[in-house]
């Protein structure tokens, strides 16, 4: 393979691994979610960049297991509230255990 295709497809799989670094950053930061586009026609990952997209994929499998976490706690938290009785009217003290 010639120098320069090496080198654009070193750039190329660079700029596909920014911006899924990107999108990973946004999602823990409560950015608005971008619909993940898978990169197209890149061939295989040079070997000099091997070691960066497996510190990705890591990176996004810990934030897919917070994001779940926080997913569940939220639904126990709704839950939680939900539970408590609306048939009283005015306000009322209300208080309920979210660890038990």
């Given at each position: 393979m010639p120098v320069g295709a090496v080198r654009?497809?070193?750039?190329?799989?660079s700029d596909a691994l920014t911006r899924m670094e990107h999108e990973l950053h946004g999602a823990l930061a409560a950015?608005?979610?971008?619909?993940?586009?898978?990169p197209i026609a890149l061939g295989p990952i040079p070997p000099e960049l091997q070691e960066r997209a497996t510190r990705l994929l890591e990176a996004q499998m810990h934030t897919i297991r917070y994001l779940e976490d926080v997913r569940q706690t939220t639904?126990?938290?709704?839950a939680a509230v939900r539970a408590v009785p609306r048939s009283e009217v005015?306000?009322?003290?209300?208080?309920?255990?979210l660890i038990g």
């Open positions: 654009d497809e070193t750039l190329a799989w950015v608005d979610p971008v619909p993940w586009r898978p639904a126990r938290h709704l005015g306000p009322h003290p209300v208080y309920f255990d």
